[in-house]
């Protein structure tokens, strides 16, 4: 071991962040441990705060710090119109775009029999009460192109096939299997412009 055992374990932490090699934790860690002690604890607080504190807002799961996120309270959000995304991560990536008026639903997973994750597993039996509850809605199937985002994207057709809802995609412009997240605000705004309909 070439590193100090407590400084092992700090860049062994920052590893296991996505994204994060081992020169990048070595860096990030380095870098901690020179913060001074007021940093520091505000650093360690913030982590604590927000493990604590963040949690799914009960209407659509994305990320907030009370019981309903200010995307669905905001009065002039299109709550007909649903983006219906993977995970949290994406909701922010659409909302720097900044032209989406509609609000999202976070699915918390793809199907993946493979897996052994069902339609039960993820976020979908909320959704369909929540669309229950519209009047003519559109859902817009922001998934990746992988074989377990046309899984669900065909469940969720499925589910709503004789219900009064239209149901679009993002247009095919996307990179196969490209993570909503990673991709770049033009390419994301094009291809939330040029989403095709699938289903009404």
Known sequence: MIYPELLQKLIDFYKRLPGIGEKSAERMA???IT??????????DNIILAKKNLHPCKICGHL????ICNICDNPNRDKNLICVIEDY???FSFEKVGNYKGVYHVLNGLISPMDSIGPEDINISSLVKRVESLDHPELILALKSSIEGET???????????????????SYGLPMGAEIDYLDIITLDKALEDRKRISE
């Open 30 to 32: 380095l870098a901690t």
């Open 35 to 44: 913060l001074n002690e007021e940093d520091t604890n505000e650093f360690a």
């Open 64 to 67: 907030t710090e009370n019981e």
């Open 89 to 91: 991560k994406s909701v």
């Open 152 to 170: 669900t994207t065909l469940y969720i057709k499925k589910i709503f096939e004789k219900k009064n809802v239209t149901i679009s995609r993002l």
